[in-house]
């Protein structure tokens, strides 16, 4: 468990944050959510790790936010990038997709062969997910758990940066990305 505050330059990124949180702790499975969720009695934590532990076809076991965030495939037609609901397996309530919300349980090793891309400052999100499909992660949902999300942007916050997004565009070499 990592127990310190680590310090790092100002707007350093999502990326660059979350690469400095994987690199700080030493346990073979990591917790990654974004600071406004909350854990839950449908959170459940131990039984997430023990479900991902037990499923030797899994890297990477996700919950839903606030009841949402299902599970999504992707795929590229045409130089798009396709994010649409999804699965490809089910079995009970796991579905093993391609895309998930930010709030998973995964194993360390896995993450840190993937990384996330610090020049994208944010659009990292698809990013990362297109990344760890094309390397073979194996990348579920388990419905039966949740995190509670109290999204507040805080002020001066730009979500959408267009200039980031174009640059994930350009690495890839696609048009556009289409939720849908």
């Not at 039984?47 to 890297?59: C, P, Q, V, Y």
């Not at 944010?122 to 990344?131: A, G, K, N, Q, S």
């Amino acid at each position: 468990m990592v127990d310190k505050v680590i310090i790092t330059p100002y707007d350093i990124g999502l990326s660059a944050g979350r690469n400095r949180l994987l690199d700080a702790g030493d346990t073979p499975v990591v917790i990654f959510t974004d600071d406004d969720h909350l854990v839950t009695n449908q959170t459940r934590l131990p039984e997430l790790i023990g479900t991902l532990n037990k499923h030797h076809d899994l890297d990477l076991l996700a919950a839903l936010s606030n009841d949402e965030e299902r599970p999504k495939m992707l795929r590229v037609e045409d130089r798009v990038l396709r994010i649409a609901h999804g699965n490809y397996k089910q079995h009970r309530s796991i579905r093993w997709c391609h895309y998930v919300g930010n709030c998973f349980v995964a194993y360390r090793d896995i993450l840190q062969a993937i990384r996330w891309d610090e020049t994208l400052k944010v659009e990292e999100h698809w990013d990362f997910f297109w990344r760890a499909k094309i390397a073979g992660m194996n990348v579920a949902v388990d419905v039966n758990h949740s995190f509670k999300h109290e999204h507040v942007d805080p002020p001066g916050y730009v979500r959408r940066r267009p200039e980031f997004l174009d640059a994930g565009l350009k690495k890839h070499g696609l048009r556009k990305v289409m939720w849908r």
